[in-house]
């Protein structure tokens, strides 16, 4: 059975600070993605990873993938107040198959 | 343009009755998609849509769970004998799916509360 495991699932952080979300994933798939949910809110799709060694970055954060050890980063550099929400990774091994970690709850502090 | 549209945007309902939600998908989207979420918990896979089909209907929870799709938009999912354990956030999601990367975009959300 397909399992994604996020790490940490909840994360403290001062503003300014950096930290990395890790994602985990058990079987093969070449497509993975990270979304951003604030509170009472939708998800909103921040990366789309599709091959071994993309890496994509948007202000902020910054995803990377490695097919090889099922592993994905999503990196925060100079983390700011407005960064605080959930982040989940997903893995699609199929079109109709997506699977979704547990999501990491960060909160970024002044 | 428009996005994923869902309603009702909450509902609130009794033990034991019979509930219908709603899924507009972005206009052209072959693919669409439903999952669950619980209080403070992740995304649960109900059931994928391409066209009016559902290749695989495992993901659904019960047999009291259903879901269709019409004229390759609209999508309803029904929930008969409503539990309690069935309060959740159901979301509702579409894609082009048209090439690799399968992006899908997500309404607000439908969040019900079964009394």
């Known amino acids: 059975e397909l399992k994604v495991e996020q790490n940490p699932l909840f994360l403290s952080m001062q503003e300014g600070k950096n930290y990395t979300i890790y994602c985990n994933y058990s079987t093969t798939s070449d497509r993975l993605y990270w979304y951003r949910q604030d509170p009472g809110k939708s998800l909103e799709s921040l990366f789309v990873?599709?091959?071994?060694?993309a890496v994509k970055q948007e202000g902020r954060l910054m995803a990377s993938l490695d097919t090889k050890a099922r592993l994905s980063t999503l990196h925060i550099t100079a983390a700011v107040h407005d960064l605080s929400a959930t982040y989940f990774c997903a893995v699609a091994p199929d079109v109709d198959d997506m699977r979704f970690g547990a999501g990491t709850r960060l909160t970024v502090k002044p | 343009g428009a996005g994923v549209s869902q309603s009702p945007s909450n509902k609130v309902t009794e033990k034991g009755k019979d509930v219908e939600l709603r899924c507009d998908p972005i206009?052209?989207?072959?693919?669409l998609y439903w999952y669950r979420q619980s209080l403070g918990q992740g995304l649960e896979f109900l059931i994928y849509?391409?066209?009016?089909?559902?290749?695989?209907k495992s993901g659904l929870p019960s047999d009291r769970f259903s879901a269709e799709r019409t004229g390759g938009s609209v999508s309803t999912l029904t929930i008969q004998r409503t539990q309690q354990e069935d309060s959740a956030v159901y979301l509702c999601a579409s894609s082009a799916n048209l090439g690799v990367d399968n992006e899908q975009f997500f309404g607000p959300g439908t969040r019900l509360t079964v009394l």
């Open positions: 990873l599709l091959s071994n060694g």
């Open positions: 849509f391409q066209g009016n089909s559902a290749p695989d």
């Open positions: 206009s052209g989207h072959t693919a």
